[in-house]
């Protein structure tokens, strides 16, 4: 399985992917991010690399649980029974701490479920966890 060095975001929060994109820029990663609304352009992303309009697979796929269109877990329901689904990490980043929606994502194949955080601090601690999934080398932050 080829990956490449990215990180596929699925956020349909025009704030979080802002604050987001500002957390990745202080780990000098911001160039390796890619953006996408809802479930439905995560599983056209997907489809795209199938039929090998896209070469590479990402290093790590961050979901938001609530999304229009297809949820976070719709979405993990849907690549759970690719092949390909195990060879790189996929992570749930969300509101959401209910445990039953946690262990739901869980059981679906997640390596790991972050709640999102209240302060920019918190936000870049995350943001250093989704590159050491990625495989970045960790970065240092300039702050």
Do not use: W
């Amino acid at each position: 399985m080829v990956h490449s060095p990215y990180i596929l975001i699925a956020e349909d929060d025009e704030d979080d992917r802002m604050l987001l994109s500002s957390a990745f820029k202080e780990y000098h990663i911001h160039d390796q991010i890619i953006f996408v609304n809802n479930g439905v352009e995560v599983l056209r992303h997907f489809e795209k690399i199938e039929s090998g309009n896209q070469s590479l697979f990402p290093s790590l796929l961050v979901l938001d649980l609530n999304m229009p269109k297809i949820n976070g877990k719709q979405v993990l329901s849907e690549l759970n029974i690719k092949s390909y689904f195990k060879s790189f990490n996929t992570v749930m980043f969300s509101t959401t701490s209910c445990e039953n929606e946690v262990q739901n994502c869980i059981d679906l194949g997640i390596s790991k479920y972050f709640v999102k955080p209240t302060g920019y601090q918190a936000l870049l601690d995350v943001v250093n966890q989704f590159c050491l999934l990625a495989g970045f080398v960790k970065a240092e932050s300039n702050s």
